[in-house]
């Protein structure tokens, strides 16, 4: 069989090595950083199959994670709406389950070279799966986690005038604390003060005290800026997967999902490959495919709702649809995952 290497461990690059090593096939990652990290990421992962787990060789790995159903959504303060997810989500934090994933390939004969970054160059045998390509954008990604932090319910997305955040449990009693934000570029508080500064300047003063009444990990303080939403994919050839691929608004809960489902579209075009069974262009031609059509439809739902939310005007619409019980939670769930 011939070798794949893959550009970036994260969630995409090293779940897809685990399917391909189950499989045989010799791989070899290159990560730039190293293990265990903090990543910007809503660390609960709600719409992927148990079949693609299995199928990734994965699921162990995620056996422990936290179960959460309850959904709240918060206005400036104000509790809006309250549901149920049909399928629970699990919660786990990138720190634990990166390491675990990076453990699991080297466990089944593959090779993780940490500190090691590739060059973004088009070629035979490459998969990129090093995230999200840098370009100009006006968002920024914050995140911190939190201890000691009373929840209500299992999940709360938070929206401010300024952007949304999302809160999602942990293991160690942790709450992850993820939100999304317009670039001000004046704003220029340190380490997680920085996070709480945009709720605060978005009218989330209330979740502002919570927090502060409640122990930062300041040591889990990350912050990501430069990105579009949306497909990522270039027009130069490049086998690209996970945020490589697409980056969907965080709003939806599903960045992770498809992080492993993008692997899974991958899968069977780069075994094919490296059995000789076809060529590389046509396998990176299929995985194209393979990804426009798993993702269309919850892309497109996402890019049409992402804006509602930070409109006034929309934030009013989707207040008033759930303060008279009409906002179609789970059919608007179902159409981003």
């Known amino acids: ?46 719409g992927v199959e148990a079949s693609t787990l299995e199928l990734l060789g994965i699921r162990a790995e995620l056996a422990d994670a936290r179960r959460h159903s309850s959904v709240a959504w918060f206005r400036e303060g104000r509790r809006i709406h309250e549901d149920v997810l049909g399928e629970p989500a699990l919660g786990i934090s990138r720190h634990r389950l990166d390491l675990r994933l990076r453990d699991r390939v080297e466990a089944l004969g593959g090779i993780v070279h940490e500190r090691s970054r590739l060059s973004r160059e088009p070629r035979e045998g490459l998969v990129w799966s090093a995230g999200r390509i840098p370009r100009p954008g006006s968002w920024v990604g914050l995140k911190c986690h939190f201890h000691g932090l009373a929840m209500g319910s299992d999940l709360e997305m938070h929206l401010g005038a300024n952007g949304y955040a999302g809160l999602a449990g942990i293991e160690d009693g942790g709450v992850n604390v993820c939100g999304l934000f317009r670039v001000e570029r004046g704003r220029r508080a340190p380490g997680f003060e920085l996070l709480l500064d945009y709720l605060s300047a978005g009218g989330n003063g209330a979740l502002v005290e919570r927090l502060r009444a409640a122990r930062a990990d300041g040591d889990s303080f990350r912050a990501v800026a430069g990105f579009e939403l949306g497909w990522q994919l270039a027009s130069d050839g490049l086998c690209a997967v996970g945020d490589a691929g697409s980056m969907i608004p965080p709003f939806t809960g599903n960045g992770m999902s498809m992080a492993f489902q993008s692997a899974e579209v991958a899968l069977e075009p780069l075994l094919r490959w490296s059995r000789g069974g076809q060529s590389w262009e046509r396998s990176v031609a299929e995985i194209r495919q393979g990804l426009r059509q798993r993702f269309r439809r919850r892309l497109l739902a996402a890019s049409i709702l992402h804006p509602v939310l930070l409109r006034r005007g929309g934030r009013t619409f989707l207040e008033v649809l759930a303060r008279s019980g009409l906002l179609p939670f789970r059919p608007l769930l179902s159409l981003v995952r």
């Open 1 to 46: 069989m011939r070798e794949l290497t893959l550009a970036g461990g994260g969630l995409a690059g090293l779940s897809l090595a685990a399917g391909l090593r189950l499989r045989g096939v010799p791989v070899v990652v290159h990560e730039a950083g190293t293990y265990p990290r903090h990543r910007v990421c809503g660390e609960f992962i709600s």
